[in-house]
């Protein structure tokens, strides 16, 4: 289902500008759409670092015939063996227990997001290991469907706003300017920069 404040988001934007908006024209009928239980899109991002897509989602049906239902407790249930024979490395084996144990003792607050502000979210979400500002913020867009997040660091980001905007390398503070003419719709218009470089839409 569309985010709400897509449409809206769309047309600040080209409003705005022009590169954008021509962006935004080239791709009429695809839009962000929200990932799966938090739990579970958090531990796929952990599955998922630094290995391709197809071997992140040929561990993860692994992962999901041992443990069953991915939950915090069918996580921690399993021996560490039994999740290491699904390809996992022993880094990401602690990784995944060290979020279920978060989830669990309450350190991470599901409930409360919708009342937190995305740095919130974000220092609440870096305290498990294995868990970055990146993927945080993945996970701002993607699951929580924050409109204003600007993952910077995100090196497909910034290619696409080099090849759009300045056709030559540029520094992030010279994107963090860019990018602050898009705000409150950050996201959005991230969205459509990777969109650009990659028609398929991007799932973390």
């Not at 769309?10 to 799966?36: C, E, N, T």
Request: aromatic residues 10%.
């Amino acid at each position: 289902m569309k985010p709400d404040y897509w449409d809206r988001a769309k047309r600040a934007l080209a409003r705005k500008d022009p590169v954008m908006a021509a962006i935004i024209r080239s791709r009429p009928k695809v839009f962000l759409a929200r990932r799966g239980e938090p739990f579970v899109t958090l531990s796929r991002a952990i599955v998922g670092q630094q290995i391709s897509v197809k071997a992140a989602q040929s561990v993860w049906d692994k992962v999901c015939l041992c443990a069953g239902a991915v939950t915090p407790q069918s996580v921690l249930a399993r021996r560490r063996s039994e999740l290491r024979a699904c390809g996992l490395s022993e880094r990401k084996v602690e990784y995944i227990a060290d979020l279920a144990q978060h989830f669990l003792d309450g350190a991470i607050r599901v409930q409360r997001w919708p009342d937190m502000d995305d740095e919130a979210v974000i220092a609440e979400l870096t305290q498990v290991r294995g868990i970055g500002r990146w993927t945080a913020e993945m996970f701002l867009i993607f699951s929580l469907l924050r409109p204003d997040v600007f993952p910077l660091d995100d090196l497909g980001l910034q290619k696409a706003i080099r090849r759009a905007y300045f056709k030559k390398k540029v520094s992030l503070s010279t994107m963090a300017r860019l990018g602050n003419a898009w705000r409150p719709w950050r996201s959005v218009a991230t969205w459509y920069l990777w969109r650009s470089l990659d028609p398929l839409p991007v799932e973390y």
